[in-house]
């Protein structure tokens, strides 16, 4: 074998190690990948029930069920289109209530619940995660403050 041979074979096993080492990073990123969702996504099946991910909206008022002596809670998430029916076990923030704007994470359960791992609430009275203020304006159903910034707050 000659030695331009040798150095061209050096150079395609390099790039075929590189090409392999890309596609595992990939690969890993998206098995972490977290996409946002509403409620409209998830009632029109756009979503795949066996990836976890987010999903934002306003807690329908009337919906928080406590189950006594325990730390699950149910509620449902709209987005004034469609609503999902959220599981929970855990302690949810104190700023949870009823109207509020939240985001969760998790995934869908085979009876097509919500199974939340986390709970994230807004943390001032001038804030709600930009996504889910994005979603609301589009449809129609914001109604927060003109002078509002959406995605803004003091930490």
């Known amino acids: 074998m000659t030695r331009k041979r040798r150095r061209l074979l050096f150079v395609g096993l390099g790039l075929l190690g590189l ?4 596609a595992l990073v990939l690969t890993a990123f ?8 509403t409620p ?6 756009k979503v795949r029930a066996d990836r976890a991910f987010r999903l934002g909206g306003l807690v329908e008022e009337g919906s928080v069920q406590r189950q006594e002596g325990t730390t699950k809670v149910d509620f449902a998430i709209t987005d ?6 959220v599981s929970y076990d855990g302690i949810l923030p104190d700023l949870f209530r009823e109207g509020q704007g939240v985001v969760v994470v998790g995934r869908l359960d085979t009876e097509g619940r919500f199974a ?8 001032d009275e001038n804030y ?14 914001w109604q ?3 002078g509002q910034q959406a995605g803004s707050g003091a930490q």
Request: overall charge negative.
């Open 19 to 22: 090409f392999a080492a890309a």
């Open 30 to 37: 998206e098995d972490n990948l977290l996409f946002f969702h």
């Open 80 to 85: 004034g289109n469609a609503e999902v029916v």
């Open 116 to 123: 939340a791992d986390e709970v994230l609430a807004k943390h």
């Open 144 to 146: 927060g403050e003109e």
């Open 128 to 141: 709600m995660p930009k996504e889910v203020a994005d979603r609301l304006k589009e449809q129609g159903y």
């Open 40 to 45: 409209s996504d998830v009632a029109d099946g």
